[in-house]
């Protein structure tokens, strides 16, 4: 257990509105990412980041914005949710040492209507 | 660019019978190899890893090595139970630290009593 808490883990919304997800880790790792799981693809990144105020954009960045003021939290934004992007959001960290294994956490599914 | 492929599921096993599942990988490089395991309802969870070519990694009985003459990574385990019913998803990263995680589509485990 990586300590690592996603919320909220469920979220409905509609078409236009704004959407923030929030990943939490309480063991101070410098690497956050944030996946989208959908059947037949696997996991793809859409962003992660290094430290604080340091990201990058991954494979499937277009409509997804992060932030991370605070080492310990790591948040995803929807600037305007589109139903191609219900799916199931999975937040992780990579442990320091060079042996670069993830650790997720629980997930939120996210369903725009 | 890197891409990891995986035997397509649903694989259903009776209790006791013997695992395979498939991964082969395109990668530049010597990329580190994984197999994580996602249960129902739950994010994914590291199962086992291999670092460098001829590396057999394993936990909880199963299997994987690192093969660089195939450029595969194939998953094994002698014998199967119904809690091992899961997706498995073969994932490389090359190893550029916090950089490209790269995941199969997974493959749907069912084991039957």
């Known amino acids: 257990d990586a300590g690592i808490t996603q919320s909220p883990r469920h979220k409905v919304t509609e078409t236009g509105t704004p959407v923030t997800l929030r990943c939490h880790q309480t063991?101070?790792?410098?690497?956050m990412y944030w996946y989208r799981q959908d059947p037949g693809h696997g996991l793809r990144l859409i962003h992660y980041s290094y430290g604080v105020k340091d990201t990058d954009k991954g494979e499937v960045s277009d409509g997804y914005s992060v932030s991370r003021s605070k080492t310990e939290d790591f948040l995803l934004t929807l600037e305007s949710a589109t139903s191609s992007q219900t799916s199931v959001y999975f937040c992780?960290?990579?442990?320091?040492?060079?042996?670069?294994?993830?650790?997720f956490g629980p997930g939120t599914r996210l369903t725009v209507t | 660019g890197d891409s990891v492929t995986q035997m397509e599921g649903p694989v259903t096993l009776s209790e006791e019978a013997f695992l395979t599942i498939n991964c082969t990988y395109t990668?530049?490089?010597?990329?580190?190899l994984f197999w994580y395991v996602q249960y129902p309802g739950e994010g994914l969870q590291l199962l086992l890893k291999a670092t460098k070519a001829d590396d057999k990694g394993s936990n909880k009985g199963f299997e994987a090595t690192y093969r660089k003459e195939t450029t595969s990574f194939h998953l094994e385990k002698g014998s199967v139970q119904v809690s091992d019913s899961a997706v498995y998803f073969c994932a490389l990263t090359p190893n550029n630290y916090g950089q490209n995680f790269v995941f199969g589509p997974g493959t749907r485990l069912s084991v039957l009593p």
């Open positions: 990668a530049t490089g010597y990329p580190s």
């Open positions: 992780a960290i990579m442990r320091a040492g060079g042996e670069y294994e993830q650790y």
């Open positions: 063991e101070n790792h410098r690497y």
